[in-house]
């Protein structure tokens, strides 16, 4: 038997064509393989923001994990993080729950003995209860939205009330669905939002469960006249929080949060504007000159970019034929920055990512420049055998890649908080660039 | 509130005991799930994937695959990996999603079987009852699959229930051959609460012995001590001549039980043997204290990896 890690070229890719990517390279076609990419999707305990920190991205929230003990086990390595200290509960389910669905009628109980341990223990009452549910429910089809009303009506007569319950699913079931997880979740949050008037100069960016780094599309929203810049995770009260609904519009970050951005647009008439996250300096700016002429303002980017190009320039330089490998466990569509990395005129050696059918087009792109770059995923049970001495990378970019290339110079470049537009592509190169200086030290 | 954690987060799941059993034997582990549970196991409750990576994959479950009961889409995955992958038997380990719609695991491991041409064996766990559970489901089906009746290549002494999940980075693991020949072997040793289920499974003589514990007592014990951790290691302090009770979370025999020691499920019950009980010290994961943080006593933290996911 041959030991081989699976991979196409991006040639042998696009000689198949979208319509026939090859089933190693795809999602859901085979077993899964625990790489750190797809334990970081599948574990939302292990790093990242999966169901459980997005749940809790509301500030003065807890969440009630209501599951198999099993679904809340790695909860723990959350827990443990100052920022979720008593924020996690758990109901746990028993084998009787499963047949008879009584769990569902605990829920409202011990809603109620949570909130009274908070109160016993001189904790803030909080403003919202996140009830997680996980693939059992999925299954049994229990209407969740139901047992959480529910829940909010028992708690309306007494100290307690006032406060908001909404449900969370972490179905991984349904990952590749209509609604997967993530982006069921991010409607969830936008549901507390209610109704409010509007201020013209109110802005929300919305997608990410962490800050945008300084990135120069703040300033850009600053010198246009926006007084106020909101984004969940710098709300730091609920009330704050709340103030989301009085927006002129979105920006939405991350396409995750488009379903929400449309509930938004329904129910509080607030219209939104996509921008994506490249690493072309090119596609940076005329997304830009897009977005300011959609929303009616003035961007002056030349400055910003020039500072990316000579990011790129001085890393060119000193590195002229630098050979990257790049995960998916990271900032970026490792297939976009592939095809960016070898337009600013480095080599990429090897992807570690899945590849869904709407990134095509970059591998079709990436194909006409370096048609060698060999396209492994994540989730392939081959990957097992994936042997780094078959790598001619000068450096990885993403955890996934350090997995695989632990003795390469690595930037992991996967943070919580978002790089975006030139920053993203300055800092980097910058990050790349320093990697590089220590190793040769 | 009975099984309403306000202070604790969950304990190692049986999925995770049983995938513990099967980690050194070169099995290709498939844990029947949709992704989440194959991330609790190699994301969190295996300290050995970082170090040495095993065939442990996810079914990739999805939901019509769960709702249409696509057992031979199933099937067909295995039979693809095992084809790929070097293994030497297959094992399926189950999750809540089977349990829920009922999977048959008799036909199966039926059906896997008549795909390819290794051994399949399938451990009936269901994400609810805990890690000791599932190591001795694992044991008893490695048992049923693999235990020579008249074994002619045995062992002087096999260590049982000695895994990570109790023990940490002191584990000591069996291989393949260990269970082929284990009806053979000079001496049993249960060392943990699966250990004793497995030995009483194969009906042979044991003993009851912790190795880590064994003549060795914790720097920190004195006076009347609780001790809570896995029943085997209280026993072996007992024995060693600690004065104490045993109170655990996860099993507790007949065989190990004495007066004063008490299975404990829900957090109220440990705090209430801590503030009643009048002990002088409490040996347990530091994790638990903060269960009882009124407690003005000794404290020796002997860690339980299943309770805090310390090694």
Known sequence: MEHKAVYYTAEEILKRGKNDIPSELQSGMSLVYSSPATLAYNSPGAEGFGVKRAGLSVPESVMLIVAPGCCGRNTSLISSMPEYKNRFFYLEMSEPDLVTGRHLNKIPDAIREVLEFLRDNRRKIPKAVMICITCVDALLGTDMDRVCRKAEDALADGEFAGVKVRPCYMYALTREGRRPPMVHVRQTIYSLLEPMQKDAHSVNIIGGFAPLENTELIEYLKLAGIRNIRQISTCRTYEEFLQMASANFNIVIDPEVRAAAEDMNKNLNIPYIELTRVYSTDKISSQYKAFASVAGIDIVDSEEKTEADEAVARLKKAYPDLVFNIGECTNANAFELALSLTRMGFKVDEIYAALAPENFVYVKNLALLSPDTKIYCNMEPTMLYYRISQSKAHVTVGKDAKFYCPDIPNVAWNQDTRPFGYQGVRDLMNKVFEALKEAKA | ?311
Not at chain 2, 74 to 94: C, N, P, Q
Not at chain 2, 97 to 124: E, F, Q
Not at chain 2, 132 to 146: P, Q, S, V
Not at chain 2, 201 to 224: D, H, W
């Open chain 2, 1 to 311: 509130m009975k099984g309403l954690r306000k202070v604790l987060t969950p304990f190692a799941p049986d999925q995770s005991g049983a995938s513990g059993v099967l980690y050194s034997m070169g099995a290709l582990t498939v844990i029947i799930d949709a992704g989440g549970c194959t991330g609790n196991v190699c994301g969190f409750d295996e300290p050995r994937w970082h170090d040495t990576r095993s065939a442990v994959f996810s079914a990739g479950l999805r939901d019509m695959d769960a709702i249409l009961g696509r057992d031979e889409l199933l099937a067909s995955k295995i039979k693809s990996a095992a084809e790929r992958i070097d293994t030497s038997f297959v094992a399926v380990v189950g999750t809540p999603v089977p349990a829920t719609i009922g999977t048959d695991y008799k036909a199966l491991k039926k059906l896997i079987a008549s795909r390819i041409n290794i051994p399949v064996i399938a451990v009936p766990t269901n994400g609810m009852k805990l890690y000791n559970e599932g190591e001795k489901e694992a044991y008893k089906a490695l048992i049923d699959e693999f235990a020579a009746e008249d074994p002619s290549d045995a062992k002087e002494q096999i260590v049982l229930g000695m895994t990570p999940l109790t023990y940490g980075k002191d584990h000591i693991d069996i291989s393949l051959d260990d269970i082929r020949n284990i009806r053979g072997v000079g001496k049993l040793i249960a060392a943990s609460s699966s250990g004793i289920d497995a030995c009483m499974y194969l009906g042979r003589e044991y003993e009851i012995v912790s190795p880590v514990y064994r003549n060795n007592i914790p720097e920190g014990i004195k006076g009347r001590t609780l001790v809570c951790h896995d029943e085997v290691v209280g026993k072996t302090l007992r024995d060693a001549g600690v004065d104490c009770d045993i109170a655990t979370f996860f099993k507790l025999h007949d065989i190990v039980k004495q007066d004063g020691d008490k299975k404990i499920t829900e957090e109220d019950e440990f705090i209430e043997m801590v503030r009643e009980g009048g002990y002088d010290t409490v040996a347990a994961d530091i994790c638990l204290k903060e269960l009882v943080p009124d407690y003005e006593g000794n404290w020796v933290d002997l860690k339980c990896f299943a309770i805090s996911g310390r090694t």
